[in-house]
């Protein structure tokens, strides 16, 4: 209680977000008067001091934004410079380089549908009290991250902060051996992600729908990892060298990390919603298939099916690590020559969490003389924020702990990475009544 | 026999666990080093059935102060996790012990930490500590091998 007529809700820790931030929300009435996702985590800074750095430094510099998500920033990196350096890589390279994004998204979807998002809709506080009474769903959960683990270390030398992504390719690149060897496991991860699929469209979803631009890749033929156009649903269709005539960060008081918004619209959403919502017809038939079976299809508006939408993701990885296995014969050249030059590049790159836009500007000697790098988080933030003021006004009839519970629910539905956008969540929802009770 | 250092250089006290296995490492010792996280801790220790791990600890007590716990049957008493993923060394023993996944024998050597800022060095009595740490691992050490019959570390 914070005076009369006014209530205050406190959850010191959002818990099962990745990094450390605060949601504040105050009510007053049946009105929603104020929605802050706080940031307060230190600015890092990484822009900076990338400024004097060679070219070839930026993708094992950037991979420690991330502990969870370093394979999209050294893809952006290495995309980003060959962009600005006029690289062409071999097309074994390319195809290894969706294969080791295909390692990260197993790891990072199963972390966040098992273990920081499974517990909000069976009703436990975390995964350990869910583990206790659905064991076979942890162990499933602990078998498929080790396996994107796996992916991840043959091809980056370790699983975090994997260290063989370079400019022109890899430092080193695996044997056919090394990659078949992982084909058993990842037979059984396709079907375990088959069934992570209909588990959790099995589960309740809060009815909850919001008209969002979806921003995400598109390619000609393919799910988005590296490459692609950007488009949306509001008519967005640019190279990622537009991406600044588009888009534009924007520094708000409550937060050391920026938003995002689209040029004269607002906010938007990236992820997987908005891969889904605009890709559905670039799924490998197996998942289009399960989704379709699930009733699960385009236009998902619902950010709490998030949890599905990432499941169906789960099989395409499964599925698209064992095409590339199929088709890897080691590239003749592993890694290209790179020759110091001038030049400016810009790329995006699809993080397990949305995009990631890079852009680096090169002297003569190769050394970056400018830095620009917009996590999907930051990207989100914005509209977390105005799905939280239309949510939390959903909710005002709710006890506050409940309704605090369910945006706190709400929040990990973006599985924010707040370690990327600056790094923990506390949430404040504030009451305050307008007339007696 | 498998020492894990867990927790983060960077951290000031919370790099301990790290500077511990580190030190051991150089004796000899099969010692891995782990940022806390849950999923990794299981699968490290999923290879050994003898395993002490170290980490930085909060309980309260003096900074400096060296626990030694037995995972299997004490209550680990508290810990710092500088994960990002909500899941630190506490959480990773309580799923294990769930799970069926917890080494035949688990060891948790904590050393109370005072301060865990960015980029901050060892607490003097932190820094003392690693040493009492480092020569308590190695007399277990070399108390499993002599139970095992080879007074030989690995």
């Known amino acids: 209680m914070t005076g009369r007529g006014t209530k205050t809700i406190r959850v010191d820790t959002l818990a099962r977000v990745e990094g450390e931030g605060s949601l504040y929300i105050k009510l007053v009435g049946d009105r929603v008067a104020d929605v802050k996702l706080k940031i307060y985590e230190p600015p890092r800074l990484f822009e900076a001091f990338l400024r004097g750095r060679h070219f070839s430094e930026a993708a094992d510099i950037t991979a420690r934004i991330c502990g969870i998500c370093p394979v999209a920033y050294q893809m952006s990196a290495v995309h980003a410079m060959e962009r600005a350096l006029g690289v062409r890589i071999d097309p074994e390279v390319r195809l290894l380089r969706r294969l080791f994004y295909c390692g990260e998204w197993i790891e990072s979807h199963t972390l966040h549908v098992y273990m920081l998002h499974a517990p909000d809709f069976l009703g436990y506080p975390d995964v350990i009290a869910m583990a206790a009474d659905h064991r076979a769903i942890v162990e499933s959960a602990l078998r498929l991250k080790k396996i994107g683990n796996r992916i991840v270390q043959v091809l980056g030398g370790r699983e975090i902060h994997p260290i063989s992504a370079a400019v022109g390719g890899f430092y080193k690149v695996p044997t056919k051996q090394q990659l078949s060897d992982l084909v058993p496991e990842l037979e059984w991860a396709l079907e375990a992600s088959l069934e992570t699929v209909r588990w959790t469209a099995s589960l309740e979803f809060p009815n909850f729908e919001q008209d969002y631009e979806f921003v995400a890749l598109r390619h000609p033929d393919e799910y988005p990892f590296n490459e692609g156009r950007l488009v949306s649903n509001r008519g967005l269709d640019i190279d990622a060298a537009e991406y600044e005539d588009h888009f534009v960060e924007l520094h708000v008081k409550h937060s050391n990390a920026l938003h995002s918004v689209v040029r004269g619209r607002g906010s938007y959403l990236v992820g997987p919603l908005a891969r889904f919502n605009l890709n559905f017809d670039r799924l490998p038939e197996v998942a289009r298939t399960v989704a379709l079976g699930v009733g699960l299809r385009p236009p998902v508006k619902n950010l709490f099916r998030s949890i599905v939408v990432r499941a169906v993701e789960l099989v395409f990885a499964c599925a698209e690590a064992l095409r590339a296995i199929h088709e890897y014969e080691p590239p003749a050249v592993p890694r290209a020559e790179v020759a110091n030059r001038t030049g400016v590049g810009q790329a995006i790159t699809e993080a397990p969490r949305g995009i990631l836009y890079h852009r680096y500007a090169l002297d003569e000697k190769g050394l970056i003389v400018a830095a620009r790098i917009v996590p999907p988080t930051s990207q989100n933030l914005r509209q977390i924020e105005d799905d939280l003021r239309e949510y939390a006004a959903c909710l005002v009839a709710w006890p506050i702990e409940e309704a605090t519970w369910k945006c706190e629910q709400a929040v990990r539905s973006y599985d924010p990475c707040i370690s990327c956008a600056t790094h923990s969540l506390k949430v404040v929802v504030e009451r305050e009544e307008t007339g007696e009770d | ?154």
Request: proline fraction near 2%; charge should be negative; aromatic fraction near 4%.
């Open chain 2, 1 to 154: 026999m498998l020492v894990i250092g867990c927790g983060n250089r960077d951290r000031s006290d919370d790099g301990a666990g790290v500077m511990v296995a580190e030190r051991v490492r150089k004796l000899g010792v099969h010692a891995e080093i782990c940022t806390g996280e849950s999923l990794a801790l299981i699968e490290t220790w999923s290879r050994a059935d003898d395993v002490i791990l170290v980490d930085a600890v909060v309980t309260g007590a003096p900074a400096g102060k060296v626990w030694l716990w037995n995972a299997r049957s004490q209550r680990i008493q508290g810990s710092v996790s500088t994960s990002t993923h909500g899941l630190g060394v506490a959480e990773a023993i309580e799923l294990a012990h769930l799970l069926g996944r917890l080494p035949h024998r688990l060891q948790v050597l904590g050393i109370e930490g005072r301060r865990f800022d960015i980029g901050g060095d060892l607490s003097p009595e932190v820094a003392c500590a690693v040493e009492e740490a480092v020569q308590r691992v190695v007399a277990e050490v070399l108390r499993h091998y002599r139970a095992h019959g080879k007074l030989k570390c690995e």
